[in-house]
């Protein structure tokens, strides 16, 4: 039978599944404190007149879709993080009033 002290890290090892996760996406697409984008603007150099780039060029704003997450993700692995070890916690100590 597996010991409470193990149990518990066990468990709290499980409630940061979500805080890991939530991190690891979010650094992986750079660690900005914004919100979420779905469409990202790539800005590209245009010659006014097409072939002689010596006259002149404009910027022309194309827009890509393309997912960036943002702030939100670790503070929604926090929350879910939260919820499961409070869910543990509660189990936890049902079990052990059930065992006394």
């Known amino acids: 039978m597996i010991s409470i002290l ?17 991190a690891f ?18 800005e590209m150099e245009v ?3 097409e072939g002689m780039p010596e006259l002149g060029t404009q910027t022309q704003v194309v827009w890509q879709e393309q997912f960036i997450s943002g702030i939100e ?5 926090l929350v879910l993080s939260l919820i499961l070890s409070l869910t543990f916690i509660l189990l936890l ?6 065992s006394v």
């Open 6 to 22: 193990k149990m518990k890290s066990i468990c709290f090892i499980i409630s940061l599944i979500p805080l890991a996760l939530g």
């Open 25 to 42: 996406v979010w650094g992986k697409d750079g660690w900005r404190l914004a919100f979420w984008q779905t469409s990202v603007a790539k």
């Open 47 to 49: 010659p006014i007149v």
């Open 73 to 77: 993700s670790p503070l929604i692995g």
């Open 93 to 98: 100590r049902k079990k052990n009033d059930s």
